[in-house]
């Protein structure tokens, strides 16, 4: 019989990075996913790398350690890391006010950023609207990273250079203490055993331990977002805008975020959770989002299976307030689903003393997950 130190089920980016730690620390590991390759929400995003937008001080801290990780990595084998840098970028007084408040910080907690007038900001980005734009914040140390092949670039060199064993195709349907450690039960009848377990199944929380998750206070979000057709270099740096300094969860730390009042053509974006993002990837196409629509975690079936068109032209509709772009066509629409913790900011509970679940990260899984997980397993160890 043989045993790792630890497995881990579900390859997104938490077990990935779990894994990764673990290694790192001389640990055997075992990955199993369920599918030929993960393709959930840690594919499905932006790719965006931007601590700037968390909440202050613990999870911007994880972002920021994130982003050394990413670097460090970039460095050994490339994962696609582009640093950058991300630009906020105000519409109004109110959120120019927001700016100057964060500005100030982040310059306390030494995070790189600088502010921007109307008249630099369009110096820099002439793609920007003159009417839109009422000035600029600039974190040069963000970055951004392809959602399609990051995970996988790392998975593939935990294998080949760090000694992860990986088996996809393989689903757990138990795991249970067993002889003072962990077994593993697979859909195709193998048997696993393990010191510890880390369950990181992202949405599918109907088949393990369902009782856990359904008492965790859970929901699930369904994002929309687009990809427009390749184009000529329209800008480099990741672009958020006046929606998202109203969303973020670091604005939430400045003092004048309560005196924020949304305007009459505001307030339809913010009850479909929209908050207009872009990256511009190599081939020259732009993710173009996104929306927010939550349904508690067992009330999936409840979203059904529709892209709405509505909230797509709605997406568009502001974007092409912010931007001018050669096209706006648009090459593909999609929807993303993540889990996400109702009252805290992830959800973490351990099992008879040996299996580990964590789950719940929501939207900051790609900024913030190497730097939690790295937090998680020295704990752990």
Same mark, same amino acid.
């Given at each position: 019989?043989?045993?790792?130190?630890?497995?881990?089920?579900?390859?997104?980016?938490?077990?990935?990075?779990? !894994?990764?730690?673990?290694?790192? /620390?001389?640990?055997?590991?075992?990955?199993?996913? /369920? =599918?030929? *390759?993960?393709?959930?929400?840690?594919?499905? @995003?932006?790719?965006?790398?931007?601590?700037?937008?968390?909440?202050?001080?613990?999870?911007?801290?994880?972002?920021?350690?994130?982003?050394?990780?990413? /670097?460090?990595?970039?460095?050994?084998?490339?994962?696609?890391?582009?640093?950058?840098?991300?630009?906020?970028?105000?519409?109004? =007084?109110?959120?120019?006010?927001?700016?100057?408040?964060?500005?100030?910080?982040?310059?306390?907690?030494?995070?790189?950023?600088?502010?921007?007038?109307?008249?630099?900001?369009?110096?820099?980005?002439?793609?920007?609207?003159?009417?839109?734009?009422?000035?600029?914040?600039?974190?040069?140390?963000?970055?951004?990273?392809?959602?399609?092949?990051?995970?996988?670039?790392?998975?593939?060199?935990?294998?080949?250079?760090?000694?992860?064993?990986?088996?996809?195709?393989?689903?757990?349907?138990?795991?249970?203490?067993?002889?003072?450690?962990?077994?593993?039960?697979?859909?195709?009848? *193998?048997?696993?055993?393990?010191?510890?377990?880390?369950?990181?199944?992202?949405?599918?929380? *109907?088949?393990?331990?369902?009782?856990?998750?359904?008492?965790?206070?859970?929901?699930?979000?369904?994002?929309?977002?687009?990809?427009?057709?390749?184009?000529?270099?329209?800008?480099?740096? @990741?672009?958020?805008?006046?929606?998202?300094?109203?969303?973020?969860?670091?604005?939430?730390?400045?003092?004048?975020?309560?005196?924020?009042?949304?305007?009459? =053509?505001?307030?339809?974006?913010?009850?479909?959770?929209?908050?207009?993002?872009?990256?511009? !990837?190599?081939?020259?196409?732009? %993710?173009?989002?996104?929306?927010?629509?939550?349904?508690?975690?067992?009330?999936?079936?409840?979203?059904?299976?529709?892209?709405?068109?509505?909230?797509?032209?709605?997406?568009?509709?502001?974007?092409?307030?912010?931007?001018?772009?050669?096209?706006?066509?648009?090459?593909?629409?999609? !929807?993303?689903?993540?889990?996400?913790?109702?009252?805290?900011?992830?959800?973490?509970?351990?099992?008879?003393?040996?299996?580990?679940?964590?789950?719940? %990260?929501?939207?900051?899984?790609?900024?913030?997950?190497?730097?939690?997980?790295?937090?998680? %397993?020295?704990?752990?160890?």
């Amino acid at each position: 019989m043989k045993k790792y130190d630890l497995i881990i089920v579900g390859a997104g980016i938490i077990g990935t990075f779990c !894994a990764y730690h673990a290694l790192k /620390k001389g640990k055997t590991v075992l990955l199993l996913e /369920k =599918d030929a *390759q993960p393709f959930e929400a840690s594919f499905r @995003n932006f790719g965006q790398a931007v601590p700037s937008g968390q909440s202050l001080p613990q999870w911007f801290e994880y972002g920021r350690k994130s982003l050394k990780i990413y /670097k460090d990595l970039q460095e050994n084998t490339d994962i696609s890391l582009v640093k950058n840098g991300s630009w906020y970028y105000a519409s109004d =007084d109110q959120e120019m006010t927001l700016l100057e408040e964060i500005h100030q910080l982040f310059t306390e907690r030494n995070y790189t950023n600088k502010l921007y007038s109307a008249h630099e900001c369009l110096e820099i980005n002439p793609s920007l609207k003159k009417e839109y734009v009422k000035g600029g914040l600039f974190f040069p140390e963000e970055a951004s990273l392809n959602p399609l092949v990051m995970v996988h670039r790392v998975r593939e060199f935990l294998i080949q250079y760090m000694g992860l064993h990986y088996q996809p195709l393989c689903s757990v349907i138990s795991i249970e203490k067993k002889r003072g450690i962990a077994k593993i039960h697979s859909a195709h009848g *193998q048997a696993f055993w393990s010191d510890k377990v880390i369950l990181a199944s992202g949405r599918d929380t *109907q088949f393990l331990f369902p009782d856990i998750f359904a008492q965790a206070d859970l929901k699930i979000s369904k994002l929309q977002m687009m990809r427009l057709k390749p184009q000529k270099r329209a800008f480099d740096a @990741n672009i958020l805008t006046g929606l998202t300094i109203r969303r973020y969860e670091s604005f939430h730390s400045c003092p004048s975020f309560h005196k924020l009042e949304a305007s009459v =053509d505001q307030k339809p974006l913010q009850e479909q959770g929209i908050h207009i993002l872009f990256k511009q !990837a190599a081939d020259g196409s732009i %993710i173009l989002g996104d929306s927010h629509a939550y349904v508690q975690a067992h009330q999936q079936a409840n979203f059904g299976f529709e892209i709405a068109t509505e909230i797509n032209e709605m997406m568009l509709n502001e974007a092409k307030r912010i931007l001018h772009l050669e096209s706006w066509d648009v090459d593909s629409t999609w !929807a993303g689903y993540y889990l996400q913790a109702n009252k805290s900011d992830i959800f973490t509970k351990t099992l008879d003393d040996v299996i580990h679940v964590i789950n719940g %990260i929501g939207g900051k899984g790609m900024t913030t997950s190497p730097g939690f997980t790295a937090e998680y %397993i020295q704990k752990l160890y």
